[in-house]
Structure formats: structure tokens, C-alpha cells
């Protein structure tokens, strides 16, 4: 509670020197920004004892009120103020215009797709409209799957004259990619394929209609399990840290046999459990596999021979974990107040 009436005394003080738009903006971010102060005193909440959460909780959301309230009217204050400066001097140079920065899904997608590169793989992009059959049946989904009903797939309207295959429809996910990108390729290899994905589901704070997505897969001789475990745990050590472990746990994809998912530590709470994690220190972040005989063989590729393993993973789900975002709509927003924080 201590914390909480400094904060609101330290807010009071700063609200009150404020005379500009900027030095407000910077106020917002200070204690309401994803780093600022409110945040910070809500990751205390889990270490609280029962008795203390509920006025606590009480005493944090009222502050929060507080600052929001007076953020605001100051706000309107400053929108009706009129500089003594704001005098036209036709004189004066101009003003800079404002620079940008890139997405922070963009920083992410960029940071993961170099960590990759380094590891020997190539960049390889391909259609967000596709054939029915690259998107399921060329890696062995079969044509009952649940996945295929347009309660969860865009379809194309103008497809009543095509086949069941030939069907056109936006990619559910870049794993469309596998057997294009084998059509011009031979063992071994070392793709990864990002890019923007559609599924037609409701939007919430997890879940969006669009997407972006990771695919990668490698096939050579003697391809095994442990490579793909190497692989994934180099990866997650280089974009989360060193500290971070990993952990593979068998799974079902018809695309893959066996079918793994791979699982890091919370790196909110080092593994100990929270409400990030839901208690269990694990944080599910992608599926993964050896590559299916079936997969292999659309991709003319002898499966007596070689073997490969793929895997995948939402960005945009990932860069909320690497930077704690909590709503996946905040990335989509177009927002400046909250892309200029990254």
C-alpha cells in the first residue's frame, strides 16, 4: 500500500509541471506505458497473500482512475491552451518531421528469420492465395479434416467450376510452402518460409483473422530427431536467452510422424510458475515434427533415403511473449501510443 500512495504523490507532482503535449505524453508512458509504473505494481500482485490481493487490488485500480483521470483532463486543458510561441515566424526553420521504426513484429520476424540464416537456411516465400492442394492435401491433411470447412478457411467465392484441389483460398498457414518450394529444389536443404497467414475465426485477445507465421523444414541423409531438438534449442536460446531450456513433448499433426511440441521456460518467472504460465514454468511456442513419408513423397523425394523434420510458429503470438504484450489486437491496432513504446 506504501508503494502505491508514493507512486500517486510522485504522479501528482509530475502532472502538475506539465505544459506541453510532449512532457504529457511522456507522463503517460512513465506510469501507464507497458513498463510504467501501474504495470510494474500489477507483477506484485501474484506475491501477495490472499488477504492483501483485495485492497490491493482496490488501491492499484484507483490510482490507475486517478492517473487516467487526470492524464485526461490535462489533456483537454492543453488541447484548448494557445502558445505564446505558437506565433506564425515565417523566419523560423521548419520543423522536423517526425522519423518511424519498424513493428515490433517486424523486429521480431527480423531478429528470428537472422538467427536461422545463420544456421544455413534460405529464405523462401510463396502465395497467400493457393491451390486447396498445396494447403492440405500436398502435407497430408486429409479432405474430412475439420480444418478444411469453411467455418476456419477463406475460401475464394469464385470457385464453383474448380476441383476439390484446385480450389482457391487464402493459406492457413505457410506450410503451403513445402512441397512448392521442393519443385525446384533437391537434398539437402534448409528452408524457412515467413509470411501472412488467414483463418476465419473470431478475434480476441489471442486470436486474429490475420496472422504471421514461420515454417521452416530440413531434409538430408540421416536426419533425426536430436537434430531437430538442436535445432529448435539453439534457436530459443539465441532469441530468449541461455537460460532459457526447452522442453519436446509428443503430439498429434498429420503433416509430421512423430509430432512433437516444444515448449521454453517462463522467462517471466524463471520456470517457478505464474499467471503467465499458468502455474506450470512451461510456455507452449511451437509444433514440430519428422516430416511425414506422405509429405516426402509429394515432394518427389525418397523417403528410403532421406529424412527431414519441419516446425512452425505464430510471430505475432511470439512477439507478445517476447515483449509481454497481453492483447494480440494492440498489433494490429495502427496505434502510435503503443508501436512508439517498442
Partial sequence: MEKIAIIEKSFDKDIAKVVSKEELEQIKIKYLGRKGEIARLSKTFGSLSISQKKDFGRKLNELK??????????????????SKTEAIDITAPGSEFPEGHLHPVTQFLE??????????????ESPEVEKAFYNFDAINVPKDHPARDSWDTFYVDDNRTLDD????????????????????????????????CFRNEATDASHETTFYQLEGFVIDEGISVSDLIGALTHFAKKMFGNDVKTRFRPHYYPFTEPSIDMDISC?????????????SGWIEVMPCGMIHPNVLKNMNVDSDKYSGFAFGFGIDRLTMLYYGIE?????????????NQF
Avoid at 483460398?169 to 529444389?185: E, F, G, I, P
Fill in 111 to 124: 531478429k528470428a528469420t537472422s538467427v536461422f540464416q545463420t544456421m544455413g537456411f534460405e529464405i523462401y
Fill in 327 to 339: 492483447d494480440m489486437r494492440l498489433i494490429h491496432s495502427g496505434d502510435l501510443r503503443f508501436i
Fill in 267 to 279: 522467462f517471466f518467472c524463471k520456470g517457478k510458475g505464474c499467471s503467465f504460465c499458468k502455474k
Fill in 65 to 82: 482512475k486517478h492517473i487516467e483521470a487526470d492524464v485526461s483532463t490535462k489533456e483537454r486543458s492543453l488541447k484548448g491552451a494557445v
Fill in 165 to 196: 484441389d484446385d480450389k482457391l483460398l487464402l493459406r492457413t498457414h505457410t506450410s503451403n510452402a513445402q512441397v512448392r518450394a521442393m519443385a525446384d529444389r533437391k537434398p539437402p536443404v534448409r528452408v524457412i518460409v515467413p509470411g501472412k
